[in-house]
């Protein structure tokens, strides 16, 4: 399991891909997927409604095979990843950290 992810706004949400996940291909230990669950965020997102196991609980619900572009819009509008909670060596080496 990953860790949540955390936007620079405080948005929180678990994104997983497994054999065991709502994702495709539904394989695990692949590098990328190109659709994901995602689960719990910390604040109701508009964008991730629509793959809502229970949208009438939006905050305590899994989001089932979001496609990868639509996890992109949704960190890009809460401001971007909180890189300060990303352990270094879980971050790829193209990300460039400018602090």
């Known amino acids: 399991m990953n860790a949540p ?7 929180t949400m678990s994104v997983q891909a497994s054999a065991g996940h709502y994702c495709a291909p539904r394989i695990t230990g692949l590098g990328f997927y190109y659709q994901y669950e ?20 939006p905050c305590h619900t ?6 990868a572009q639509v996890i992109a819009d949704v960190i890009a509008k809460h401001g971007g990843l909180d890189l300060t909670t990303v352990k270094e060596e879980d971050r790829p080496p193209y990300w460039e950290m400018d602090q």
Do not use: F, N, Q, T
């Not at 995602?38 to 609980?57: Q, T």
């Not at 899994?62 to 496609?67: A, F, I, Q």
């Open 62 to 67: 899994v989001y089932g095979w979001v496609p």
């Open 5 to 11: 992810i955390k936007c620079a706004d405080g948005l």
């Open 38 to 57: 995602v689960g719990y965020p910390s604040m109701e997102e508009p964008l991730l409604l629509p793959y809502a196991e229970e949208p009438h609980r």
